[in-house]
């Protein structure tokens, strides 16, 4: 069985070992993005990840190199990701092959967080049955560790734009006791990343919306 080797190395922050080392520029892991196929737009939101990273190296213990790689279900390059993000608006087309491979990566010790741009969800709904037929997404209590691993959201998920009069959700799948996929859901945590210019967000907002995504890599990375 695959064995994503970090993940092993990883019994909390003050014990990481160095994923990688370019010149100066020492971090702990990389972060995946993914590419799917079915025309959905997974390039969406450039500047998202590496303004999360940025974020993240300054406020927590943690170090990210500052470039996310863009990885995909089906290829072995995975397995080197402790976590992978996914976005877009629209459809999402996993074969037979990469559903198994992702299934394998995720119950191996990978994560995927899985956040809706709008557009997205009758589609990942659809496509994470491939991967897990025997498991239905559940909502995290507010209690959950993802939601205080290194800011507190007492009141879960904060709501970043408005898309249907809906209140943010935070689904996982869970696998024998592991949550091995986090979706969020009706929040859009990724525009709330991007450069302040882009959406013209309120500054509080956009906070919120990057101290919530330095919770949910903390938490990845320590379970």
Request: hydrophobic letters at 35%.
């Amino acid at each position: 069985m695959k064995k994503i080797f970090l993940i092993l190395t990883i019994l909390g922050l003050g014990s990481f070992q160095l994923f990688s080392q370019q010149g100066n520029n020492q971090y702990h892991f990389k972060i995946g993005k993914l590419k799917y196929e079915g025309g959905g737009d997974w390039y969406s939101n450039p500047t998202s990840l590496p303004n999360l990273i940025a974020f993240i190296n300054e406020h927590t213990n943690v170090r990210i190199d500052e470039v996310e790689d863009v990885v995909e279900a089906g290829g072995s390059q995975i397995y080197q990701y402790p976590y992978v993000y996914m976005t877009g608006h629209g459809n999402v087309s996993f074969t037979d092959a990469e559903a198994k491979n992702l299934r394998q990566y995720l119950i191996s010790g990978g994560f995927l967080h899985i956040d809706d741009n709008y557009g997205m969800d009758k589609y990942i709904r659809r496509e994470m049955k491939k991967v897990f037929p025997e498991l239905e997404f559940v909502d995290l209590p507010f209690n959950h560790g993802i939601y205080n691993s290194h800011f507190i959201f007492p009141k879960g998920l904060p709501k970043i734009h408005e898309h249907d009069n809906k209140p943010p959700e935070g689904l996982a799948l869970i696998y024998e006791g592991n949550v091995v996929c986090y979706y969020t859901y009706e929040t859009d945590l990724g525009d709330g990343w991007e450069d302040q210019l882009v959406h013209n967000d309120p500054e509080e907002l956009r906070q919120q919306s990057l101290m919530m995504g330095a919770n949910i890599v903390v938490w990845a990375i320590n379970h």
